[in-house]
């Protein structure tokens, strides 16, 4: 008897905020392995195209929609049409995001809203309207994009952590709801990567790219690819009875206290 427990060819995955970075490279994991990637982003559709190019360059079947997370009337009429012209939304992930690296003393609040807006409420209001069409199917996968941050601090990150800590907890209460459903919420919480995002930290002699390196057992900022094996694993029949757990993807980062800067 063959076992297909992670076969995801010919779902759906609506993947948001995957122009590029750590969504793109969930996306194509998944694409690669035969899901229908749709592609969101909300900068421009010359990004969009772009990225579309990029997936089909690899042979995956990708199409694109422009619309904005935190807004929820584009957020409507973006899944009706994704609903109705690509097909039913199999698979969810959450990965649009944005970071400000400001002090809490020297944050506006206006600033702070913003982050928390895209990073936590965002997921809300696209998990809501995608998982309505999972419920009456009862049948979904929601995936939603954490961080470190959803687990430690760190200096300048106050609102992003505050806002990966919720997702963290929201993850756990949307499989709560939805586990009946046959519907299953999980997490991702990638460790340090090398992104576009993570690009003004990461430079050859700032002293937090000699910190990560030290403070990541694996001695290395995460490839993006190395997140692909966990998308296809929580998009696919083998995570059936995983609900509510963030699988963290960070070289072992939060297995560890660390080591002194001078040790080997
Ligand atoms: C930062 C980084 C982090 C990472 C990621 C870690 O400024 O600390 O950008 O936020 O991007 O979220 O999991």
């Given at each position: ?7 995801v ?8 905020g ?24 909300n900068s ?66 206006a ?20 998982v ?10 929601v ?10 601090g ?8 505050a806002?990966k ?6 993850t ?19 460790g ?7 690009a003004?930290?990461?430079v050859d ?13 694996a ?8 997140l692909a ?14 609900n ?7 070289g072992?980062i ?11």
């Open positions: 008897m063959s076992i297909d427990l992670f076969n060819k010919g779902k759906i995955a609506l993947v948001t995957s122009t590029h970075g750590l969504g793109m490279a969930m996306a194509r994991g998944l694409g690669l392995a035969g899901a229908t990637i749709v592609v969101n982003g421009s559709q010359d990004k969009i195209d772009t990225a579309i190019a990029e997936y089909e360059k690899e042979g995956i079947k990708a199409v694109g929609y422009k619309f904005n997370v935190a807004k929820e009337e584009e957020v409507i009429d973006a899944v009706a049409k994704i609903e109705k012209e690509v097909g039913a939304i199999d698979i969810l992930i959450n990965n649009a995001g944005i970071i400000k690296r400001t002090p809490l003393l020297d944050m506006e609040v600033d702070f809203k913003e982050v928390v807006d895209i990073d936590l409420v965002s997921p809300f209001i696209v998990s809501k309207h995608v309505k069409n999972m419920v009456a199917r009862k049948a979904g996968k995936i939603n994009i954490c961080s470190m941050m959803s687990e430690l760190r200096n300048s990150v106050g609102a992003y952590a806002a800590g919720g997702l963290k907890m929201l756990q209460n949307m499989a709560t709801e939805w586990a009946k459903y046959n519907i299953q919420v999980n997490g991702i919480g990638p340090y990567f090398a992104t576009s995002q993570t003004p930290i990461r002699g700032h002293p937090f790219n000699d910190f990560i390196i030290n403070r990541t057992p001695a290395k900022w995460g490839d993006p690819n190395d094996g966990a998308a296809i694993f929580l998009s696919s029949k083998a995570s059936d009875f995983v509510g757990h963030v699988v963290y993807v960070d072992g939060l297995a560890t206290i660390g080591k002194p800067s001078n040790e080997a």
